[in-house]
């Protein structure tokens, strides 16, 4: 499976951004997909995840309420909404494909990953 995350960019505090992660091919449908995010200098970190059927949902607590992850199968593709953004939130965000259905908040977990897509929120 190659990923593709798209949708990054420069947004000023409390404006919004939609990620998307298009999958090559079908086995996407099979896999919890999830997002991570690594800013200058820190290691990379969990933002949210999603099971295969999109029925679960996980996020890290400093985006809780903020951020919604979501994921259309039948266009193989995954999203990340970002609202009310923070200058913290600023960093490039990865899009991966679990080795399973069940989302996991862990890096190890993720068997596929995109090439990544930077946010920038100004202040």
């Known amino acids: 499976v190659q990923l593709q995350a798209s949708g990054g960019g420069l947004v000023q505090a409390g404006g919004s951004l939609r990620l998307s992660c298009a999958a090559s091919?079908?086995?996407?449908?099979?896999?919890?997909m999830g997002w991570f995010r690594q800013a200058p200098g820190k290691e990379r970190e969990f933002v949210a995840a999603?099971?295969?059927?999109?029925?679960?949902?996980y996020y890290a607590n400093s985006v809780k309420g903020r951020f919604t992850i979501s994921r259309d199968n039948a266009k193989n593709t995954a999203y990340l909404r970002m609202d009310s953004l923070k200058p913290e939130d600023t960093a490039v965000y990865y899009c991966?494909?679990?080795?399973?259905?069940?989302?996991?908040?862990?890096?190890?977990?993720?068997?596929?990953w995109g090439q990544g897509t930077l946010v920038t929120v100004s202040s």
């Open positions: 091919r079908r086995p996407f449908s099979n896999n919890a």
């Open positions: 999603i099971s295969w059927r999109g029925d679960t949902t």
């Open positions: 991966a494909a679990d080795r399973g259905s069940v989302p996991h908040s862990v890096v190890s977990a993720y068997a596929y």
